[in-house]
């Protein structure tokens, strides 16, 4: 039941306000509607189960994100406008700085350029837009059916026993170098309590070691993944994602380790991660299908807003490969990160910051509505999300 609560909570805050938006022509960010939900969905549940709202989002994950959505347009503005200036100082055809005339087609090798950096665009929103459609539909998938989507039944069998084997060791590695107290807490809860606060405490090793202890003895007990029974997979999956993130935090934190126990802890994480983090083939092409056909199906409102409706006057070709050339290179760099970007919003504003260095005006109220779109998507949809999860947990 909260599976689907949280499920529809988050698609139906995520669509109405695209939607919406889309209906005015706004360019909104789909990847802002998507994190305000996931963040609204979080804090709704936290409350909901007596604990403080903060508890229920890894917040440094959720701020350095903040900050790549913040800081994206302004790059793309500054730095569209400087290759525009970079260019007219360069390249002298007049050809590139002249707006379209009419229906007549650009000359040919203006037309491959803006083909060449119109399909880098496309690449490099659908490597990273791409990326938050499928996580949320495997958000989806191991929500509501946990048993076929929690763990990734097409690992290898033979690569099982070297899994067990490098928990084992790990294990006693852990517990040698720190013994676990007499009155330790579960270590599912001491685990548990050290990612939500990141507050390393002596128990935090000595639990990991049980813990990893224990995934072991449950993957050599069934031999392979796919024997787990699917009483077990949700408790098993559980298991191997907090043990997983304990890693995480434990070198985000720079806990000082051997190096020995430091580059196992970095081995068993990789195993886990491949056993619980994982995206089957047919949703990355369901991604690529939906991105396509709804680019096909809804593009004209938005491309008119974009081409006409920033600048004073119409975009001429140097605008749009300058602004194309940043917002290419802008994403590209954010997925190197592994940082979630909004490409309307960089193109967007790149698109204003080539107008503004030749110099041909700004329309202040579109600026204005795409400025309003940014500044409100987060919050409506956390407050969207976090409202719709209340709802629909009680039905």
């Not at 990789?270 to 619980?276: H, R, V």
């Amino acid at each position: 039941g909260n599976g689907f609560a949280m499920v529809y909570a988050l698609l139906f805050s995520a669509i109405i306000w695209n939607l919406g938006t889309w209906y005015f022509g706004l360019p909104a960010s789909s990847s802002h509607t998507l994190i305000g939900s996931i963040i609204g969905v979080g804090v709704a549940n936290a409350l909901l189960h007596g604990r403080s709202g903060t508890s229920g989002v890894d917040w440094d994950q959720a701020i350095k994100v903040g900050y790549a959505l913040l800081l994206s347009p302004i790059v793309g503005f500054i730095c569209a406008a400087l290759l525009l200036l970079a260019m007219k100082a360069f390249i002298r055809n007049r050809q590139l700085y002249e707006a379209p005339k009419g229906n007549q087609p650009p000359p040919a090798w203006i037309r491959g350029l803006l083909i060449l950096t119109c399909t880098g665009v496309s690449f490099a929103h659908g490597s990273n837009d791409g990326q938050k459609g499928m996580g949320l539909i495997m958000l989806i998938l191991v929500g509501t059916m946990p048993i076929a989507y929690a763990l990734n039944r097409s690992l290898p069998p033979d690569q099982i026993p070297r899994v067990a084997a490098l928990t084992q060791v790990t294990e006693q590695q852990l517990l040698t170098l720190q013994p676990a107290p007499a009155a330790m807490p579960a270590p599912r809860e001491v685990l548990t309590e050290f990612v939500r606060t990141s507050q390393n405490r002596p128990q935090v090793l000595p639990a990991l070691g049980m813990m990893l202890g224990d995934i072991g003895d449950q993957i050599r007990r069934y031999g392979a993944v796919e024997n787990i029974p699917a009483q077990a997979v949700t408790n098993t999956r559980n298991d191997m994602y907090l043990a997983s993130e304990t890693i995480k935090h434990l070198q985000s934190a720079k806990v000082a380790l051997p190096e020995e126990i430091a580059s196992n802890l970095t081995a068993v994480k990789k195993e886990l991660d491949a056993a619980t983090r994982f995206i089957p083939m047919w949703v990355k092409v369901v991604v690529a299908i939906a991105l396509g056909l709804g680019t096909m199906v809804g593009w004209r409102r938005i491309v008119v807003t974009v081409g006409e409706r920033i600048g004073k006057t119409h975009l001429t070709y140097a605008q749009g490969a300058s602004a194309e050339l940043v917002a290419m290179a802008t994403i590209g760099a954010a997925d190197v990160f592994g940082l979630p970007v909004s490409t309307t919003h960089v193109l967007s504003s790149g698109v204003a910051g080539s107008m503004a260095a030749n110099k041909s005006g700004l329309q202040l109220s579109t600026i204005r509505n795409l400025a309003l779109a940014w500044v409100l998507t987060l919050p409506i949809s956390v407050l969207l999300s976090g409202l719709l999860y209340a709802l629909f947990i009680h039905l």
